[in-house]
């Protein structure tokens, strides 16, 4: 079957919520499993400065054996390359699979061992990359979608999460809403185009 990528072009204003000077996406909108949604609660902020990209995520999971984060997963415009700024226990790879939801264009995955390596409830880590190459926006990495087959719903970001009531883990994951999506839609925004491998 084919692989499909889904790209929302040229709306960072409409993206979930743009706030200047950064772009934020709530992530309790889809889980992997029988695991409410909105249990799975964080969110993923991208601010660039120059060169540099920093990706702030916060656990706003709580209540008893609150979960704790150990694998993030986002997407970029074609052309663009990062390099990580090592942070224990996080190893940073691109083209991941979160379960269900796809392939991404970079992920941060296996933080062991609880803080700082784990984010954990109400905790606020950030992460930091260089551009490489292309020049990217900061509505750049929550317009483009993850590589679907057909019949899957493309996202923009997901996350793990472990350690949850009764030791669950499930990965929760974000699209815009669907007004949004609607409304990119008929502007005729949303396209779907073959995939190119990333270097």
Request: proline share 5%.
């Amino acid at each position: 079957m084919e692989c499909k990528k889904y790209l929302i072009a040229g709306v960072g204003a409409l993206a979930l919520v743009t706030a200047a000077p950064a772009s934020i996406i709530e992530l309790s909108d889809f889980s992997s499993d029988e695991t409410d949604a909105g249990l799975l609660s964080a969110t993923m902020e991208f601010t660039i400065a120059g060169t540099t990209l920093t990706l702030t995520v916060t656990n706003n999971t709580s209540g008893l054996d609150s979960y704790k984060m150990n694998e993030l997963y986002f997407n970029a415009p074609d052309g663009v390359t990062l390099a990580f700024s090592s942070l224990p226990g996080w190893t940073f790879s691109t083209g991941a699979g979160a379960n269900g939801f796809g392939i991404f264009d970079f992920a941060l995955i296996d933080g062991q061992g609880g803080n700082p390596n784990q984010i954990t409830a109400g905790e606020t880590v950030s992460f930091s990359f260089t551009i490489l190459t292309g020049t990217p926006s900061m509505s750049d990495f929550v317009d483009n979608f993850s590589t679907v087959l057909p019949g899957m719903t493309p996202m923009i970001v997901a996350a793990k999460f472990v350690g949850g009531p009764g030791d669950d883990s499930a990965y929760g994951a974000a699209i815009p809403s669907p007004g949004v999506l609607a409304l990119l839609a008929a502007a005729g925004l949303v396209s779907g185009r073959r995939r190119r491998r990333r270097g």
